[in-house]
């Protein structure tokens, strides 16, 4: 069975928990849950992983070139400073979806620029928690199924 992964940058642990005016109530595990009914209705699996470490986001990038069908990823902070988090979706042939909770172009002019969107095959932003099952949508749109 073909596998999404679902990753999540630095701080999204405290989704639910912290700025709710900001990203809303819905925690990463209810995201996990939407998503993986999602995909389960479509024959896929999700591995939906976070972590504050950009070297842990990029080995499962690595990690996911050998299995997965594609990546949505949430990349929180790094989008706007990462050139690595860049190199490493740069090796991934298959989509990428890059997902924002909050609208970025309304925020502060350093979340306007994103490295991340420059390997993107979609951005979503400012759709909330159901951005992640929009871009999970347009995957398997991708797919065919
Ligand atoms: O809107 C998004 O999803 C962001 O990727 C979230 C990042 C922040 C992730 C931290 O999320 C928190 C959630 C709850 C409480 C504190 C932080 C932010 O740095 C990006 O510019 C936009």
């Known amino acids: ?3 999404v992964y679902i ?17 809303g ?17 479509n024959g896929l699996k999700v591995r939906f992983l976070q972590s504050n470490a950009e070297h842990q ?8 070139r050998e299995d997965a069908c594609g990546i949505i990823i949430n990349p929180a902070a790094y989008t706007h400073t990462s050139v690595a988090l860049l190199d ?8 990428v979806f890059e997902v924002h909770i909050s609208n970025v172009h309304k925020r502060e002019s350093f979340r306007h620029h994103s490295y991340v969107s420059l390997r ?3 951005v979503i932003a400012g759709c909330g928690a159901q951005g992640y099952e929009l871009a999970l ?7 065919g199924r």
């Not at 990753?7 to 990203?23: A, C, D, F, S, V």
């Open 1 to 3: 069975m073909q596998t």
């Open 7 to 23: 990753l999540n940058g630095p701080n999204l642990n405290l989704l639910g928990k912290r700025q709710p005016e900001i990203y």
């Open 25 to 41: 109530k819905e925690t990463l595990q209810d995201i996990e849950v939407a998503c993986g009914q999602i995909a389960e209705a």
């Open 57 to 64: 986001l990029i080995d499962w990038i690595h990690e996911a």
């Open 88 to 95: 490493a979706l740069g090796t991934f042939e298959r989509p």
């Open 120 to 122: 993107a095959d979609g």
């Open 137 to 143: 949508l347009r995957l398997i749109r991708l797919l």
